[in-house]
Structure formats: C-alpha cells, structure tokens
C-alpha cells in the first residue's frame, strides 16, 4: 500500500502541549495552572443572546463572510478601542476562533518557500499552519533581558529576500510581553522599507494591565500590509464558541474568505448573534474581568519573586513567565516533578518554542483560593529542590 | 482605590489586607487604614457570613413583609422604621415606591413565631395601616452569590 500521508504533514511535528496534557490527565487529583482559557462563564446577558437565537430558530447559515450586523459591530468595537477603521462589507470576515483566521490569512498569503517570521516563545499555531500553507517557518528567539518584545534588529538579523510575513503575537500567549507604541514604531519601519506583511494576532487585546493596547495596524502605511486577527475567547470568556475575526486589505481578505467558504462555509450562527451583544454591551464586563485578572497577576509576580522563581512582569494576556533556571531544571523537568510531586499542572515554557526553555507558563485564570493553594505547593517544591 | 477596594471586598471579605495590598498596587498599611476608614465612616458596616441555611438542619423561617405605613410629619418614614427594625428578628428593612411603602424581611424559627411576630409586634403599631405577609420557599441567590452548589472546573487541565 503506498503512504496515505502528505509529505507536508509528516514534517508537522505533534503539539508539544500535547504531550505534555497526556501526562496530567492521568493525575486526576491535579490543581492546574495550566489552562491557555479564561475561568469566567460567558457573561449571562451573552448566553442569553445566543439561547435567544436558538428559540427564535436562527439555525441557518450566515452568509461567508459572516453576520453584517456582526461586522458592522465589529468595525465599530476596533475604531472605538484601537483607533482602527474598517469597512465591514469588504475587510472584515468572521472566523470559527481566531485560529481559524490564522491559518487562512497564511494560506491566502504565502506561495512555496516564502518565509515567515514567528517569533517564539508563541502560540503553538503560527509554526505549523505556516508549513501547511506552503511556507518556510523562521523563528525569532525572544529574549528575557527584553522582557520577551521583538527588537528592529531581530527582524533585520532574520529577513532575507525570500521573507514575506512577520507574525505579530502580541499581548503574548505564554508570556504575557506587550509593545507598546514606542516598541511598535521601529517595527512598523522596517517592515515598510523591507517590504513585508504582517499578520498580528491580538486576541488578547482587551487584556493588558495599565496601558492600552496599540494595534501595529495602526501606524500610518500598516493598515495596508496588516492583516489583525481578534475574537470573542479571551475578552468576553468565550472560548467554546468559537467566534473570531479578521480585518485587513481588501484584497487579502477577499481571497480569505474564498477559502473560508470552501473550508468552513460560515461561522456558528448562535455563536455569531451572541457575538452581536458581547460588542454591543459587553464593555463592563471586560472591564471587570481585567481587574479581576491584575489582582491575581500582581499576586503571582510578587510570590514567585518571592519565593527566587524570578518572574519579569507581564502587562497583557493571563499568564505569567517565570524562570526555572536557578534549580538548574529543565522545563519539562520542573513540570513534570511538580506534578508529580506536589499536584500542580504548568506547562513548559517550551510548549511555545524551543526558546520557552527554562521558563514556565503559568496561568491566573483561576480564582485567588486555588491561586494561592497552588502557589503554596509551588513554594514547597522550590524550597526542596533549592541548590 | 476607594471603590476598587471595597468592589474587591464585596464577593469575598477574608481576603487578607496583605493580598488585597498586592493586588490594588497599595500597601499593607494603607489599605488597612483605609479600610478602618470606611468602617468609622460607616461605609462598611459588617462582615456577616453568607450561610445557606437550607443545608443546616435547623428550623429557620424567613418571610417578606409588605407594610404599608403613615409617615409622621417632620420625620417621614425613618421613625417608624427604625421602630421595625430595631427588633432582633428584623434582618432587612427598605422604604419602596409603588403599592406599599416597607419591605420588612425577618427570620424566625418556626412559620408561628413570624405570624406571631406580625400580629403581636408589628400590624399593632399605630402608624402600621395594613401587613401582607409572604414566606420564602426557598433562596437562590443571595448578596450576588448563588446559593446553589457551585459548578466545577470544567476547563480542560492544560491547554494552549
């Protein structure tokens, strides 16, 4: 029998955080910090929404490209927190999550043996998807004295004449890094003058802690060469609905939703009508899920630091960092004995990329009583393992 | 920070003053004698349990008042409330607009003892024009809490 598999495929290596959910879900009893989603229930007025929509029989599709009362919402939600002008009916497309709009947006974009810029510690998805599309995957180490942004130099050490995309994966999954408007302004340089396109992931935009969020799209000559990807998971705990979008040149984004079309046909209709109301009236509760998120961030910094798990502070996102280096631990060492030893599931820090070595990511979104059981046991397994 | 400090109290008054300093960007000491403020200037006014009595086998009774009143001239309302809710059995007492004027919310341990209450203690009282009394079945939610068993963790252990 020949091989039924594409030679793409097999060079696509398993999730790392795969691996590593095998070994947890084996130990039943576990308290993790280790999950990549929000612990708050969609907020009720949302749910509400979406059953309402089931009662009053929208069961159909949508059209491709998504709800324009959706659209229309979101192109006002981006003008009125990042500053960004859209026009629903020709740059905007609904997704099934932003991974979706990931994956297409490389599809659309790459012909063989274009390059992207990833860098990592990131999103497990970039690197993969990049391969599937055709694309040659470049990855940017991010380091720890930058408080993991992405400098001009590191693009200009990796670009050669085959690079085509930066990714943009800021407010960063497992990090928790920001740029702020200073770090974007080389950025955006560069990627004008060496003739690139960016696809920036800012799914977890509404989340950063005491500064705004600034859009790469919003710099003057980016809106054209920037295709922005958000969504409802993170900002309005939304993650099993699986609703995301893209906005971005009209051009690309035609050729995104063709192959949206093919591949998915539309996004879930419910998920889309109750997406309409997370936009329309969902500000105060994001508003009291990030500063539910910054008491628990700045606990977690302060007792990590505390007890020599250096930790540099995050502004964005729901993770924190910290470095395992002192024990003289690999990642995956470290997380394997805490579980092991103390219960607690985190994941290596190299889940997100070869880089993420000698880091652990850690997540806040949990409440502050299973925040600080697990911190006590992390500061037991420290303590005992101390050199 | 004042309203950020008690928004973080509302849901939860045991966390210590030390986590509640890290978390609003304070200092022990400062939100310590913050919070000793607003309890001086009575803006906190106490630190009850919330306790689902439900689940307690003990006898225990609440029941809602409706009580329409005549207020007194120069006084309005707040004396005869304050004469409500002076007595012990007495846990809520607001002044409502629309068909009746008191909310009287009181406990007891027995469906007599609040009937007794009612007709002895308080329809007697000369400014009380007219009672109607109803009993609680059985509570939901309560001080923005549900009083049902909380849901568990359903997310996965690890995820990306």
């Known amino acids: 029998m020949r091989n039924p598999l594409s030679d793409t495929i097999t060079k696509v290596k398993p999730s790392g955080i795969r691996k590593f959910f095998d070994v947890v879900s084996e130990m039943k009893d576990a308290i993790s910090l280790g999950v990549g989603e929000p612990d708050f229930d969609t907020p009720w007025h949302i749910r509400e929404e979406g059953i309402y929509s089931l009662e009053k029989g929208k069961t159909f599709y949508t059209s491709n490209s998504g709800l324009k009362e959706l659209k229309i919402e979101i192109c006002n939600y981006l003008l009125r927190r990042f500053g960004l002008s859209y026009n629903f009916a020709t740059e905007t497309i609904v997704t099934v999550g932003g991974s979706e709009a990931i994956d297409i947006a490389l599809r659309v974009m790459l012909n063989p043996g274009d390059e992207v810029l990833i860098p990592q510690p990131s999103y497990v998805s970039y690197h993969p998807c990049t391969i599937l599309a055709g694309g040659v995957p470049v990855v940017i180490e991010l380091k720890e004295e930058n408080d993991f942004k992405l400098t001009k130099e590191q693009i200009l050490g990796a670009i050669t004449d085959k690079t085509k995309i930066l990714i943009m994966p800021f407010p960063n999954n497992p990090t928790g890094s920001i740029m702020t408007y200073d770090d974007l302004k080389d950025i955006a340089k560069v990627v004008i003058e060496k003739d690139l396109f960016v696809i920036s992931d800012e799914i977890y935009a509404e989340l950063t802690y005491g500064q705004d969020h600034v859009s790469i799209a919003s710099f003057p000559g980016l809106k054209e060469r920037t295709v922005v990807i958000n969504g409802f998971s993170k900002a309005y705990a939304m993650t099993g609905w699986r609703l995301g979008y893209a906005v971005g040149p009209a051009n690309i984004l035609e050729q995104m939703i063709k192959v949206h079309q093919f591949a998915i046909m539309c996004a879930p209709t419910n998920s889309q009508y109750a997406g309409i109301e997370a936009l329309k009236n969902g500000d105060p509760d994001v508003q009291m899920m990030r500063e539910a998120y910054d008491g628990r961030r700045k606990l977690l910094i302060h007792a990590l630091n505390n007890m020599g798990l250096k930790t540099f502070e995050p502004f964005g996102a729901f993770y924190v960092f910290p470095s395992v280096k002192s024990l003289g631990m690999t990642s995956e060492e470290f997380a394997t004995k805490l579980l092991k030893e103390e219960k607690v599931a985190v994941v290596p820090g190299t889940a997100f990329g070869d880089c993420g070595e000698g880091f652990l990511r850690i997540s806040y979104a949990y409440s502050i009583d299973n925040l600080k059981i697990a911190l006590e046991r992390i500061e037991k397994f420290v303590e005992r393992h101390k050199k | ?160």
């Open chain 2, 1 to 160: 920070m004042r309203r950020r400090l008690l928004e973080a109290m509302d849901k939860n008054s045991k966390v210590s003053a030390a986590d509640l300093a890290l978390m609003l960007g304070s200092t022990e000491e400062e939100v310590t004698a913050l919070i000793k403020t607003l309890e001086d200037e009575a803006v906190i006014c106490g630190y009850p349990t919330l306790i689902n009595w439900d689940k307690v086998e003990c006898e225990r009774v609440t029941a809602l008042i409706e009580v329409k009143v005549t207020p007194q001239r120069g006084l309005g309302f707040d004396r005869i409330a304050e004469r409500i809710y002076k007595f012990h059995e007495v846990q809520s007492v607001y002044l409502m607009s629309g068909g009746f004027d008191l909310t009287v919310i009181i406990t007891g341990k027995t469906l007599g003892e609040v009937a007794n209450f009612v007709s002895a203690k308080l329809a007697p009282m000369d400014a009380v024009q007219s009672t109607a009394t109803h009993f609680v079945l059985k509570k939901y939610k309560e001080h923005g809490l549900p009083l049902v068993q909380e849901s568990h963790d359903e997310r996965m252990l690890i995820s990306p």
